[in-house]
């Protein structure tokens, strides 16, 4: 009894040091050769930082997000505080005026009592200016990678369904697809900007989102829905016939059988094109945001490249440690995500 017990103990020790131990002895040493050779290394901004330099420098971008919101903390207090203050006055006027003795000193207090609400409305439209944070670029890079993505993957899945079911509708859009998934997300840009610029012409004060925004997530859509609509077709092509005669003899309806067949057997196939595209997206996001100067990541990097101080380098190491952190666990997210919805897993 013990014996088992000891030997599942230790594959599991060993286990934990193959998958934990050797990436972390691996980062080690590649910690300790970026120190050596930073000295060696000199540029026009100074010598390469290390990675001491940029951990500094990741620290000063998390105080100064604390001191942006603590800042952000302290306008809201006042303004909420002023703007109450106005509508204790509009209340006090109005008091005044229900127990005014004339007509015109009651219209004058209704007046003044106006003229308070609307000041009070006023103060309480004020918003908090101020450059965004560090982790204010980050939250705008992924709420645009996610609406691209989801853009893409609403277009890819049916249209990979019907590529992998029909070989007519596969003949008519392959060479379509095999035209524009080279595309680079270079080319793509100008031309999603100047058609966003011509075709959403909403008011900004009413736009539900802004033209960087726009531009920005259709480059995503743009250049990640290929390895989804391929994987897709692919999958769906590759359903035993079985299954798709047992669909028939039932007499399943064309949606039916979609749903209960054809998704559920190619669903390793178009996580397999989900986690392609989700990377590929997140790639060409910060492309796109550098290129556009829309705001994100991609837009710190270009302005600490412009900015030519001597913790230009640092910052922008910062981005693609960052970056890369980010891809990862996006990665990761969506291995969980298959691991919950297939029976079948999920490779690691």
């Known amino acids: ?13 060993r286990k934990a040091v193959f998958q934990v131990g050797v990436p972390l002895v691996a980062f080690v040493v590649f910690l300790i050769a970026w120190t050596a050779v930073s000295d060696r290394i000199v540029t026009k901004y100074g010598s390469l930082p290390k990675p001491t330099d940029v951990f500094r420098e990741w620290t000063l ?17 006042e303004r909420d505080a002023e703007a109450a203050e106005q509508a204790s006055y509009a209340a006090i006027a109005r008091a005044k005026a229900g127990v005014a003795k004339s007509d015109a000193e009651r219209a004058a ?4 009592a106006k003229e308070f609400e609307a000041q009070a409305a006023v103060v309480a439209r004020r918003k908090f200016s101020a450059s965004p944070t ?3 670029q980050i939250a705008t890079s992924l709420k645009t990678v996610f609406a691209g993505f989801l853009v893409a993957t609403l277009l890819a899945i049916p249209i990979g369904i019907l590529c992998g079911s029909s070989r007519v509708f596969h003949a008519a859009v392959s060479p379509m697809v095999q035209i524009f998934k080279p595309v680079s997300p270079l080319a793509w840009l100008p031309i999603v900007m100047i058609l966003v610029g011509a075709l959403y012409t909403t008011d900004p004060a009413e736009a539900w989102f802004e033209k960087s925004f726009l531009s920005s997530a259709l480059t995503v859509a743009l250049c990640s829905l290929w390895p989804t609509l391929v994987n897709t077709a692919i999958g769906v092509g590759s359903i035993e016939k079985d299954h798709l005669n047992v669909a028939r003899v039932l007499n399943l309806g064309w949606a039916t059988r979609v749903r ?16 392609i595209s989700l990377g590929v997206g997140w790639m060409v ?16 990097v ?33 291995v ?13």
């Open 1 to 13: 009894m013990v014996a088992p017990l000891l030997e599942r103990a230790l594959g599991m020790g």
């Open 302 to 334: 270009w302005d600490m490249f412009q900015n030519g101080s001597s913790a230009t380098l640092a910052r922008i190491m910062v981005a693609v440690f960052t970056i890369g952190v980010i891809g990862f666990l996006l990665d990761r997210a969506m």
């Open 134 to 136: 560090y982790f204010d």
């Open 260 to 275: 209960k067949i054809v998704i559920p057997s190619a669903l390793p196939y178009i996580f397999a094109g989900l986690r």
């Open 109 to 112: 207090l209704e007046a003044r």
């Open 285 to 300: 996001l910060i492309a796109a945001e550098m290129l556009a100067q829309n705001p994100g990541l991609g837009k710190f």
């Open 336 to 348: 969980f995500v298959q691991r919950a919805v297939s029976h079948q897993g999920a490779p690691a």
């Open 61 to 77: 971008l998390v105080a100064d997000h604390q001191e942006t919101r603590a800042a952000e903390r302290r306008f809201v207090a």
